[in-house]
């Protein structure tokens, strides 16, 4: 890996991203405070503990963001909106090095906002990697009108670098993958709301009948139902009543310990 890579986050997207940097180099990760911190650095033990030769001590964990200054290439990884990832971004350009690389896991939102947000759309690049970062190999790349060769090269190369296959997308919500996998999964829920079928049967008529290596159900337990809404309501997608529901009682998905189904 050519680039000394920083992450700005310390969720389930950044802590996998670290630690598939890990492989590769060494990774400077930000929380925003000593308490994420912690969680951070024992999610990245877990997750670098189920990988090969992985030494989790490759990951600086960090609750100082001017230590983002010493990296050339900064990936934004926080929740899904983008006043949150705007006002970040925002902190992050002036400290940022004259040539670093700027960028953002946003899996459906407006990669040339969020450019400008940082001050240096000319060097951004929406960087959407996918749960769980280190087994997913596609990379959506999207770029604002105004990027340079070189940060396209660089994002690229770095992919590349990490054993991921690079996609060039266009800037739209959702991109490729969120844009047409949505619909799909919200059209689960109101099926299930039409037929009254439960969302185990469902899932086993996707896998086994289609082939899909996880129903839609279960995927949007996997994503996390708040995470589901924001997507599905960045590409203009109707939100299923059941879906609001469950937000609405806490039940998140896998993460919260129950949604579709119960996982506790």
């Not at 950044?14 to 990760?29: E, F, I």
């Not at 999964?185 to 009254?196: D, I, K, N, P, Y």
């Not at 049967?201 to 289609?210: E, K, V, W, Y």
């Not at 129903?215 to 309501?233: H, Q």
Request: hydrophobic share 45%; proline share 5%.
């Amino acid at each position: 890996m050519n680039e000394r890579l920083g992450i700005a986050g310390s969720g389930a997207i950044a802590c996998g991203l670290a630690s598939a940097a890990a492989q590769h180099g060494d990774v400077v990760l930000w929380a925003r405070s000593s308490q994420s911190a912690d969680r951070a650095r024992a999610s990245v033990e877990k997750v670098c503990g189920k990988l090969d030769d992985v030494d989790p001590s490759r990951v600086k964990v960090v609750d100082d963001l001017d230590a983002l200054g010493e990296v050339t290439f900064i990936v934004e990884s926080i929740v899904e909106d983008t006043a949150a990832k705007s006002d970040l971004l925002r902190q992050i350009g002036p400290l940022a090095a004259a040539d670093a690389v700027i960028g953002s896991t946003t899996s459906s939102l407006s990669v040339d906002e969020l450019a400008a947000a940082s001050g240096h759309p000319e060097r951004f690049v929406g960087l959407h990697v996918f749960n769980p970062v280190p087994r997913m190999k596609l990379v959506e790349l999207a770029f604002p009108p105004n990027v340079n060769g070189n940060t396209r090269e660089r994002a690229i190369a770095l992919c590349e670098a990490l054993g991921k296959t690079p996609v060039e997308v266009p800037d739209l919500p959702g991109f490729v993958v969120n844009r047409l996998l949505f619909p799909y999964l919200f059209s689960a829920v109101v099926f299930q709301e039409e037929t009254g079928l439960d969302a185990e049967s469902i899932d086993q008529c996707m896998t086994l009948g289609a082939g899909h290596p996880m129903g839609p159900l279960a995927l949007l337990d996997f994503v996390g139902l708040d995470v589901s809404k924001a997507i599905g309501e960045a590409i203009g997608t109707r939100i299923p009543a059941t879906v609001d529901r469950l937000i609405d009682e806490g039940a998140l998905g896998k993460k919260a310990g129950r949604g579709f189904y119960d996982y506790s």
